[in-house]
């Protein structure tokens, strides 16, 4: 079982890249010394191909906060729909940990000073028939804090979870 991640907003949200990754050609890596497998090598590939090679010096950099804009539509009618109202929505991609939960509360934090709630869904691969539970949450934006983003992110159930963050003191008290 896999699941993804999106957040959702009622503004632009803003994209964030994982500053230790390098997308490369063949002819880039060897260039900076990195070695290329044989596979790659004895393809016939055109070596000057851009974004062949993903490389990062460290494999626990894989798990940075990524943030990159996700077309709405192009989920519609795909096993991994997209739920939220939300006009605008981005593919958000970690791997927790406590300084990365920090990191993302802050990022989110700054956003609602230019919106009115941000939404943070993971949502299992195929659907809730298949035994899957919805865990709503609203937290005020004062409230939210990493250890919300702990019990998301790390728990050991199946469960699929949506919270909203929403600026200032309003909006929490109704149904979500």
Request: aromatic share 10%; glycine share 4%; hydrophobic share 35%.
């Amino acid at each position: 079982m896999s699941y993804h991640t999106y957040i959702a907003s009622d503004t632009p949200i803003q994209n964030i890249e994982n500053p230790y990754i390098q997308l490369l050609s063949v002819n880039q890596a060897l260039k900076q010394g990195i070695t290329v497998p044989s596979l790659l090598l004895n393809s016939g590939i055109n070596r000057d191909e851009p974004n062949v090679i993903l490389w990062t010096e460290n494999e626990e950099n894989l798990g940075e906060i990524t943030i990159h804009e996700s077309d709405k539509a192009a989920w519609i009618g795909s096993k991994y729909p997209i739920a939220t109202a939300m006009t605008f929505c981005s593919v958000l991609e970690w791997v927790y940990t406590e300084e990365r939960a920090k990191e993302l509360v802050v990022y989110i934090q700054k956003h609602l000073d230019v919106s009115e709630a941000i939404e943070i869904w993971r949502v299992w691969d195929g659907n809730l028939e298949n035994g899957h539970t919805r865990k709503q949450f609203c937290i005020q934006q004062n409230d939210f804090n990493p250890s919300d983003l702990k019990d998301m992110f790390l728990s050991n159930d199946f469960s699929e979870y949506k919270i909203i963050i929403r600026r200032g003191k309003r909006g929490c008290y109704e149904a979500i």
